[in-house]
């Protein structure tokens, strides 16, 4: 069965320090690593997808990277909006006949000013 | 372009009641998946439907069921609601399985 483990758990930082977030992860026949942003009482906004170990991509203050074992979601110089839930989903066959995305726990970052 | 719609957005029922959720998936996209989302478990895959038929179920009870009509949109049923069914219920959609899924608003359900 796929597993996403993401961590840490939650991470507060200051406006302008910047850090990563981690997702290691487990699958059965990788097609894609996607990260989505979740802000309270809404549901999760599509931010990456990635294919293949060393691909990157980025998009304003983030860059997600991808391994053969994890992902790293970089936030460079935050500012207090960046301040969600980041979660990781991998899609793979996971022990079945059909591709299904699996999902991490999520990081809940906060961001102070 | 339309994003994933969900309706109603909040419902409050009582244990052993029925409920029934509604998503209207991105225009031309075929592909609707349902999660449950409860902040222990975080989400949970339930089934994904692509063109009328269901491709892929999760380790739910046969409580919850769904469907998915000729236009792609789709409605996920809970019968004998527990307490435990207590979560925010999210359809997502793609244009196919493989494909990256757009999620919507969501559902909250709280059962009393």
């Known amino acids: 069965e796929d597993q996403v483990t993401q961590s840490p758990e939650a991470l507060r930082l200051q406006e302008g320090e910047s850090s990563s977030l981690n997702c290691s992860y487990t699958v059965s026949g990788l097609r894609g690593l996607f990260w989505y942003r979740q802000d309270p009482g809404k549901g999760p906004e599509f931010l990456f997808t990635?294919?293949?170990a060393g691909e990157e991509k980025e998009k304003e203050r983030l860059k997600a990277t991808l391994t053969k074992k994890e992902s790293f979601l970089h936030i460079t110089a935050p500012k207090p909006e960046d301040s969600a839930t980041y979660l990781c989903a991998v899609l793979g066959i996971g022990g079945g006949s059909n591709y299904k995305l699996t999902f991490g726990k999520g990081t809940l970052l906060t961001v102070n000013p | 372009k339309a994003g994933v719609t969900q309706t109603p957005r909040y419902l409050i029922k009582t244990r052993g009641q029925q409920v029934t959720l509604s998503c209207s998936p991105i225009?031309?996209?075929?592909?609707v998946s349902w999660y449950q989302q409860t902040p222990g478990q975080g989400l949970q895959f339930l089934f994904e439907?692509?063109?009328?038929?269901?491709?892929n179920k999760g380790n739910f009870p046969g409580r919850f069921s769904g469907r998915q009509f000729s236009n792609s949109r789709s409605e996920m049923n809970v019968s004998t609601l527990e307490l435990g069914d207590s979560a925010l219920y999210l359809c997502a959609s793609s244009g196919g399985s493989a494909d990256t899924q757009y999620f919507g608003p969501g559902t909250r359900l709280t059962v009393l």
């Open positions: 990635l294919y293949s």
């Open positions: 225009s031309g996209h075929r592909s």
């Open positions: 439907y692509f063109s009328e038929t269901q491709r």
